[in-house]
């Protein structure tokens, strides 16, 4: 059973190709924590995966709550963590195994897996033009993930002190800067409602056509920004001139 979170689609991909090389099923967190669909027995030869995006060298408020929140029934099973990233997972291996010991599982495997850069709230992220020599390159590195992890290897990526010191820094500014005062639908904005669709806390609802962001924060997943077919959203006033990246797996 692989358990994923994904915004714009990179976490998602990566799940899926896991999920074929090992032959796991996939669940997405975010659904799992709306349904209250939190408790999953894990047969004996089945393996455990967390796949999620780094978040300010953290783990997402999502996959945080998912993990405090499961109940996951399993004997002995290999764990392993995949963390997608622009650049580097920082410290987010740090606090995704605090959170997985607090339920009693042990990580086994930890890596981490570079794909487009994404986080349009606070940088233009990577062009149409570039993104498919990234997937390409991410693609051939999911390769190696899978045979590690069906091999049942240990170990991979660990932060160590820096991760720890990054994490406890960095991730306090997620929490202050995933409000959702900024976001706003502009003149563009055609009612389709894909936005409360896409949204993975139920922070937008659509009222008299037009979206409303109706929670003092989101996940800031960029889900709403980036799908929304005629790039209608906004958050603040520089996302209006940036690029909107999204995985071809949700296109």
Known sequence: MIFYFSGTGNSLDA???????????????????????????IQHNEKIGFVF??????????????????????DDCYVFCVITCGASAAGADVMARRLLSEINLTCDYMCS???????VMLYNPMSKEEAPEALNTAKAE????????????????????FGKAANGVMYRFYNLMRGTKKFYSDENCISCGLCEKVCPVAAVKITNGKPVWTKSKCAHCAACISRCPVSAIQYGSKTKNRTRYVNP???
Do not use: H
């Open 15 to 41: 799940a899926r190709q896991i999920a074929d090389a090992s032959g796991e099923s996939i669940t997405d967190m975010a659904q799992a924590l709306k349904s209250r669909k939190l408790s999953f027995r």
């Open 53 to 74: 995006p780094v978040y300010y060298s953290g783990v997402p408020s999502v996959v945080a709550d998912f993990i405090k929140n499961v109940n996951i029934i399993a």
């Open 113 to 119: 897996l570079k794909m487009p850069d994404n986080y």
């Open 142 to 161: 999911i390769i190696n993930i899978s045979e590690d992890i069906n091999a049942l290897k240990k170990g991979g990526y660990n932060s160590g002190i």
């Open 249 to 251: 797996v949700l296109e």
